[in-house]
């Protein structure tokens, strides 16, 4: 996945802001935090999550379906891998 690849230090990073949210968001429920810190906490990590699918698949929509010279058949299949992913995380 050359696409990760070469972004991988900012994909690393979010990622690891995303684990921070989380932890953040365990505590907060674990010591009884107000409903709206807690709500608010899983609606930051949400918005995280979605700019990290974005940013990824972004890069693999450009490199794998924008691929110069990608046979039908190929564009065919990864555009479809990529409608089911999404249904999937849209749901």
């Given at each position: 996945?050359?696409?990760?690849?070469?972004?991988?230090?900012?994909?690393?990073?979010?990622?690891?802001?995303?684990?921070?949210?989380?932890?953040?968001?365990?505590?907060?429920?674990?010591?009884?935090?107000?409903?709206?810190?807690?709500?608010?906490?899983?609606?930051?990590?949400?918005?995280?999550?979605?700019?990290?699918?974005?940013?990824?698949?972004?890069?693999?929509?450009?490199e794998?379906?924008?691929?110069?010279?990608?046979?039908?058949?190929?564009?065919?299949?990864?555009?479809?891998?990529?409608?089911?992913?999404?249904?999937?995380?849209?749901r």
């Amino acid at each position: 996945m050359a696409h990760t690849t070469s972004g991988r230090k900012k994909l690393l990073t979010r990622i690891r802001r995303i684990q921070g949210q989380a932890a953040a968001l365990e505590r907060a429920v674990d010591q009884d935090a107000d409903c709206m810190a807690v709500l608010q906490q899983i609606a930051a990590i949400r918005g995280a999550v979605n700019g990290l699918m974005a940013e990824v698949l972004e890069g693999h929509v450009r490199e794998h379906l924008g691929a110069p010279g990608l046979c039908a058949e190929r564009r065919a299949a990864e555009t479809d891998a990529v409608a089911a992913l999404l249904k999937s995380y849209l749901r």
